[in-house]
């Protein structure tokens, strides 16, 4: 049994700071890409970041100045900094992780990343 689970989400204020956690239990083995997503009612899932066996990342461009994604591979976290929140930030919050190779160009903020174990969200609520 695999499983994803975030935490550190809640409410925050305008202009605050909050940060996600997702950590893995159990034998997830080789993970080559992991990513945040955020989802509000009515609306498509959206990529937030995504972070390579590398170490490198890449963040949706409207994101990049306040929102960091980075993991601790001991301890089989990963983790979601986000800084100066917005109201439009409020959403669920979710992370996932890849299985199989993925190379570190396939690791993207595209749609085609084969991430198969996703946590079950955690909620994010800035006003």
């Known amino acids: 049994h695999v499983q994803l689970v975030e935490s550190g989400g809640g409410s925050v204020q305008i202009g605050g700071s909050l940060r996600l956690s997702c950590t893995g239990f159990g034998n997830i083995g080789r993970v080559d890409c992991m990513g945040w997503f955020r989802q509000v009612p009515g609306k498509e899932r959206e990529s937030v970041a995504v972070?390579?066996?590398?170490?490198?990342?890449s963040h949706r461009s409207s994101l990049v100045a306040r929102f960091t994604i980075s993991k601790d591979n001991p301890r089989n976290t990963l983790y979601l900094q986000i800084g100066t929140a917005k109201p439009e930030d409020t959403a669920m919050y979710y992370c996932?992780?890849?299985?199989?190779?993925?190379?570190?160009?396939?690791?993207?903020?595209?749609?085609?990343?084969?991430?198969?174990?996703w946590g079950r969200g955690t909620q994010v609520t800035v006003s």
């Open positions: 972070i390579r066996s590398d170490e490198s990342t």
């Open positions: 996932a992780a890849s299985q199989g190779r993925v190379t570190l160009r396939d690791c993207n903020l595209g749609s085609s990343v084969p991430f198969s174990k």
